[in-house]
């Protein structure tokens, strides 16, 4: 069974910088695709960036592909995103995602079959 641990949030500055980890574990970490989501309050869980199985494709949602850049370590087993000049409206507590089978990118998150906890990022003004 596969684990997603994510790690790096926390209270940042608008205008600062974010790196958010998420730890695989249990199986291979190019078995999967690999996503990022976010959830501010009351809102709807929204596509941040997803990572392609071997680490070639990226993808980005229009609200972030300026800022951020998303990358894998197979070594470490981790996905990274990182997201610069971020503004109030990034607060949201960010999922990493996964998903077995198919290499293309999908931005439904029902599609994606295991989840990390979250972690919050909170961007003051």
């Known amino acids: 069974q596969v684990q997603l641990q994510e790690s790096g949030g926390g209270l940042v500055q608008a205008g600062g910088s974010l790196r958010l980890s998420c730890k695989v574990s249990?199986?291979?970490?190019?078995?999967?695709?690999v996503a990022w989501f976010r959830q501010a309050p009351g809102r709807e869980r929204e596509f941040v960036s997803a990572?392609?199985?071997?680490?070639?494709?990226?993808f980005y949602s229009d609200s972030v592909k300026s800022r951020a850049t998303i990358s894998k370590d197979a070594v470490e087993s981790t996905v990274y995103f990182q997201m610069d000049s971020l503004i109030p409206e990034d607060t949201a507590v960010y999922y990493c995602?996964?998903?077995?089978?198919?290499?293309?990118?999908?931005?439904?998150?029902?599609?994606?079959?295991?989840w990390g906890q979250g972690t919050q990022v909170t961007v003051s003004s």
């Open positions: 249990g199986q291979p970490i190019n078995m999967y695709l």
């Open positions: 990572i392609s199985k071997g680490g070639g494709t990226t």
């Open positions: 995602a996964a998903r077995s089978g198919p290499l293309t990118i999908t931005r439904l998150p029902e599609r994606y079959n295991y």
